[in-house]
T-cell receptor, first 114, second 110 residues
Framework: DGGITQSPKYLFRKEGQNVTLSCEQNLNHDAMYWYRQDPGQGLRLIYYSQIVNDFQKGDIAEGYSVSREKKESFPLTVTSAQKNPTAFYLC?????????????FGPGTRLTVL | GDSVTQMEGPVTLSEEAFLTINCTYTATGYPSLFWYVQYPGEGLQLLLKATKADDKGSNKGFEATYRKETTSFHLEKGSVQVSDSAVYFCALRKGNQFYFGTGTSLTVIP
């Protein structure tokens, strides 16, 4: 089946620890995105990547880092510099970086920092 | 800048009632418009889309028409079911960026 996988579904970390969220897609999509969702709010863009080895900051990139070494993978690291990391994190991809195509979303990872 | 505004919820309807969720947008040029649905604990799923003015997107009984004159993309369904209970997001695409509304929670009661 083609799609986007995120793992794990639930993640617990202690304050001050870095944590990496996985996102993999087998849709052969060029563009990938990371969003953060807080209760009762819309999605806020953290980072996006249009092509391998290239990525751009979104609206709330502070305290996060990403890499795009392979087309299929776009991991997100939540660093200890992120002041309020507890949230639901969604990864998405799209066919092209520019156009009319939709985004396809993974099932999300819920991160709780204790 | 580009943005999307959708009606706040929560919305509670009885089964078979008519649904409207309002969405308006602010953007220069000709963005593509989308409605997504999110079930509890899951990611967003595309519900329907429209890529140019006067286009009507439709899926699973839901419809929305791209109205450039009123910069709107309201979601409608003639008869909702309990299984339609979810959060609905309006979104626009402009170039390589997507902009999402804050979501409208819908609960349908039997």
């Amino acid at each position: 089946d083609g799609g986007i996988t995120q793992s794990p579904k639930y993640l617990f970390r202690k304050e001050g620890q870095n944590v990496t969220l996985s996102c993999e897609q087998n849709l052969n999509h060029d563009a990938m995105y990371w969003y953060r969702q807080d209760p009762g709010q819309g999605l806020r863009l953290i980072y996006y990547s249009q092509i391998v080895n290239d990525f751009q900051k979104g609206d709330i990139a502070e305290g996060y880092s990403v890499s795009r070494e392979k087309k299929e993978s776009f991991p997100l690291t939540v660093t200890s510099a992120q002041k309020n990391p507890t949230a639901f994190y969604l990864c998405a991809s799209s066919i092209a970086a520019v156009g009319t195509d939709t985004q396809y979303f993974g099932p999300g990872t819920r991160l709780t920092v204790l | 800048g580009d943005s999307v505004t959708q009606m706040e919820g929560p919305v509670t309807l009885s089964e078979e009632a008519f649904l409207t969720i309002n969405c308006t947008y602010t953007a220069t040029g000709y963005p593509s418009l989308f409605w997504y649905v999110q079930y509890p604990g899951e990611g967003l799923q595309l519900l329907l889309k429209a890529t140019k003015a006067d286009d009507k997107g439709s899926n699973k009984g839901f419809e929305a028409t791209y109205r450039k004159e009123t910069t709107s993309f309201h979601l409608e369904k003639g008869s909702v079911q309990v299984s339609d209970s979810a959060v609905y997001f309006c979104a626009l695409r402009k170039g390589n960026q997507f902009y999402f509304g804050t979501g409208t929670s819908l609960t349908v009661i039997p």
